[in-house]
T-cell receptor
Framework: DADVTQTPRNRITKTGKRIMLECSQT?????MYWYRQDPGLGLRLIYY???????NKGEISDGYSVSRQAQAKFSLSLESAIPNQTALYFC???????????FGEGSRLTVL | GEDVEQSLFLSVREGDSSVINCTYT??????LYWYKQEPGAGLQLLTY?????DMKQDQRLTVLLNKKDKHLSLRIADTQTGDSAIYFC?????????????FGKGTKLSVKP
């Protein structure tokens, strides 16, 4: 089983719908992250959390919100999805030294 | 400012060496990283180098760091078809304690048999 699990792996939705992407991890790491990957743009950080009570905005947090329900769970929500949020979303975790990130397999979201 | 630049594509023949280059702008970066993304998968850390080092070797991988020019390279010796992937350069300050790695756009390596 994967150490970092993302659900759903693929989702197609319509403009204006609320979407939640979920991430769970079995690595016991305190730190969790949500990244977005777009072709030719690399990875951009949306939100990150250093523990259950700590949530921080990343580079591109507008239009997104997160919830850290437990040490092992970190979910990303799009309250009202728009087409330019079509992308591949990755959850990642790290121990206190954040240089080594452990990524999930990604959630591909298409907003029509 | 913070920016990491890489060329987008590299094509080599199996058995040749591959060299993937990266430039960064933040001279205070303490660690620099190379991540690999295979098709349909998330990124995996390949190797990293601390900013007070010039070179790091790990089996077929050699990382060279030129701090003066803010240039990082990854050399893969005896490149195999299994090395075909996207390679991301990334930088951080304070070992990433601030929680944010800055990634380049990725270099897609294609290995021809």
């Amino acid at each position: 089983d994967a150490d970092v699990t993302q659900t759903p792996r693929n989702r197609i939705t319509k403009t204006g719908k609320r979407i939640m992407l979920e991430c769970s991890q079995t690595k016991g790491h305190d730190r969790m992250y949500w990244y977005r990957q777009d072709p030719g743009l690399g990875l951009r950080l949306i939100y990150y959390s250093f523990d259950v009570k700590d949530i921080n905005k990343g580079e591109i947090s507008d239009g997104y919100s997160v919830s850290r329900q437990a040490q092992a769970k970190f979910s990303l929500s799009l309250e009202s999805a728009i087409p330019n949020q079509t992308a591949l979303y990755f959850c990642a975790t790290s121990a206190r030294w954040a240089g080594e990130l452990f990524f999930g397999e990604g959630s591909r979201l298409t907003v029509l | 400012g913070e920016d990491v630049e890489q060329s987008l594509f590299l094509s080599v023949r199996e058995g040749d060496s591959s060299v993937i280059n990266c430039t960064y702008t933040d001279s205070s970066s303490t660690y620099l990283y190379w991540y690999k993304q295979e098709p349909g998968a998330g990124l995996q850390l390949l190797t990293y180098i601390f900013s007070n080092m010039d070179m790091k070797q790990d089996q077929r991988l050699t990382v060279l760091l030129n701090k003066k020019d803010k240039h990082l390279s990854l050399r893969i010796a005896d490149t195999q078809t299994g090395d075909s992937a996207i390679y991301f350069c990334a930088e951080s300050k304070d070992g990433g304690s601030q929680g944010n790695l800055i990634f380049g756009k990725g270099t897609k390596l294609s290995v021809k048999p």
